[in-house]
Nanobody
Framework: QVQLMETGGGSVEAGGSLRLSCVAS????????MGWFRQAPGKEREPVAA??????????AYAESVKGRFTISRDHVKNTLYLQMNSLQPEDTAMYSC????????????????????WGQGTQVTVSS
């Protein structure tokens, strides 16, 4: 299994940037597909971005609402997943969590909260107008 811990959240003004990090410990990090998700108050958790495992093709996927503004990446040496968030808007305000899933078809499963097996505790992002 793998343990995940996010950092990097905070409060920014609209148009600002933040970089979230998700450090993994435990099992082979590179074997897992990873995803970023967010949940705003009163709303369901939604996918933000996903990235293939280290043994995969390196594919990435993004929610339409963040395409062109957010970038997901991973460092297999540091066992860390990143989410670079630019041009932040108030509607991006949410609790952001990283998730991991391994095995067959993990890239597809990492794009849905229901497909995730391991979760971090989350980090809050607040964007003011």
């Amino acid at each position: 299994q793998v343990q995940l811990m996010e950092t990097g959240g905070g409060s920014v003004e609209a148009g600002g940037s933040l970089r979230l990090s998700c450090v993994a410990s435990g099992d082979s990090y590179s074997d897992y597909c990873m995803g970023w998700f967010r949940q705003a108050p009163g709303k369901e958790r939604e996918p933000v971005a996903a990235i293939d495992s280290g043994t995969g093709s390196g594919r990435t996927a993004y929610a339409e609402s963040v395409k062109g503004r957010f970038t997901i990446s991973r460092d297999h040496v540091k066992n860390t997943l990143y989410l670079q968030m630019n041009s932040l808007q108030p509607e991006d305000t949410a609790m952001y969590s990283c998730g991991a899933i391994g095995g067959d078809s993990c890239y597809v499963r990492a794009q849905s909260p229901r497909g995730i097996r391991y979760w971090g505790q989350g980090t809050q992002v607040t964007v003011s107008s």
